[in-house]
Each structure stands twice: as C-alpha cells, then as structure tokens.
T-cell receptor
Framework: DSGVTQTPKHLITATGQRVTLRCSPR?????VYWYQQSLDQGLQFLIQ???????AKGNILERFSAQQFPDLHSELNLSSLELGDSALYFC???????????????FGQGTRLTVV | GENVEQHPSTLSVQEGDSAVIKCTYS??????FPWYKQELGKGPQLIID?????GEKKDQRIAVTLNKTAKHFSLHITETQPEDSAVYFC?????????????FGKGTMLLVSP
C-alpha cells in the first residue's frame, strides 16, 4: 500500500458527461501529480499541484481541470467526456515539489474511467 | 520537452534468464532516472533509480546502468522469477534543477515463464 488513496476505483459514464476523480496523498506529502495511462500512450503527465498551487502543467486538455484543497487532497475534473478519454488515471504524491533521488513519487492504484 | 523512448514493448523470458530493458532520453538536462514496476491492477512502484553522477547501481537482482553521453539507460534483471512478470516503466526528470516532473517511457511488459 503506497499510502495514496484514489476514489472511485472504477467509473463508467456516458459521452458528454462530467466526472470528478479524487486523490488523497500520503500523510505529509505536499505535492500531487495526475497522470493518464492509456494502452498506446503509456503514462502521460497531466498536472502537478504543490501545497495548493498549480506547479506544472503537461498534456492536459482544456476540458480537464484540477485543484488541490487546503487539506491537500486533490480532485481532477473531466468534462464533456469523449470515448477517447477512457483510460486509467493515476495520482501520485511526494513530499517536495521535485522528484529526485531524495524525493520519491508514490502512486495510487488508479481510477479506471470508461466512457460509453 | 523531454522525450523518453523505451524498448522492447514486450519481453518474454524463461525463469532464471536475464532481462534487459533499454531507454533513451532527449533532454541533456535530465539527471534523475527512476524505474517503476506496475503489477496488474496496481499503480507503478519505484524499484530502483539512478542519478546522473553515477554510472551503475545495483540492488540484489536488479541493476541500472546510465550512459550520459549517449543519453541512454538500462534496467537489468538477473535470475528472473515469475513474480517479476509486470509492466516496467523508465522515466527521466531534471531532479532538483527546476522543472522536474517525470516523463515516462511507454512501458515494457515482461513475462517470465516457469
């Protein structure tokens, strides 16, 4: 158990809908990262928050947004869903804002989103 | 931005054989190279990492080598066991030198047959 909790584990929704994925980081971790994993693209970085502030942005669509709350949990909002958004969405957390030999990123078990 | 290429995409070996997975990266400023193992239904888990000031690092049956000049690094697993079967991801980041999110390769599915 990595200590990173993601809910829900599975989500099935229709095209055009909006969903919210939730992540609780490990106790004491200030940084949260969101990744999208699809079969052909591997792990794609979406966005990072550190202590409530957006720190880095990757290949995140405009239909997607995220935030980190004062209690450090984070939510990823996906709207106007399309079939191609079906994927595993992972959250990771780390103590510091940078991932290096001194700071490990711990991943949750993911949320599997299926858009039908 | 950083681009990480990983090969092969699938690798099948017999139990006891060695397995090698190779990655190349594009950003010469990258200085931290972790490897993650993802078992079915789970999130990626760090198994070994290497910094750019080191050429090789070993931890029991796994080792990682880094060639900064050629911008490639490899994961070596010796005496493979069925429980080594998983998807392995390499990654690269600039570590403490600034923008430091991990860029991942597309993964290698390792199958170890008994």
């Amino acid at each position: 158990d990595s200590g990173v909790t993601q809910t829900p584990k599975h989500l099935i929704t229709a095209t055009g809908q909006r969903v919210t994925l939730r992540c609780s980081p490990r106790s004491g971790d200030l940084s949260v990262y969101w990744y999208q994993q699809s079969l052909d693209q591997g792990l794609q970085f979406l966005i990072q928050y550190y202590n409530g502030e957006e720190r880095a942005k990757g290949n995140i669509l405009e239909r997607f947004s995220a935030q980190q709350f004062p209690d450090l949990h984070s939510e990823l909002n996906l709207s106007s869903l399309e079939l191609g958004d079906s994927a595993l969405y992972f959250c990771a957390s780390s103590v510091r804002a940078v991932v290096s030999g001194n700071t490990e990123a711990f991943f949750g078990q993911g949320t599997r989103l299926t858009v039908v | 931005g950083e681009n990480v290429e990983q090969h092969p995409s699938t690798l099948s070996v017999q139990e006891g054989d060695s397995a090698v997975i190779k990655c190349t990266y594009s950003d010469s400023a990258s200085n931290y190279f972790p490897w993650y193992k993802q078992e079915l239904g789970k999130g990626p888990q760090l198994i070994i990492d290497i910094r750019s000031n080191v050429g090789e690092k070993k931890d029991q049956r796994i080792a990682v080598t880094l060639n900064k000049t050629a911008k490639h690094f490899s994961l070596h697993i010796t005496e493979t066991q069925p429980e080594d079967s998983a998807v392995y991801f390499c990654a690269a980041s600039r570590g403490d030198s600034g923008y430091s999110t991990l860029t991942f390769g597309k993964g290698t599915m390792l199958l170890v047959s008994p």
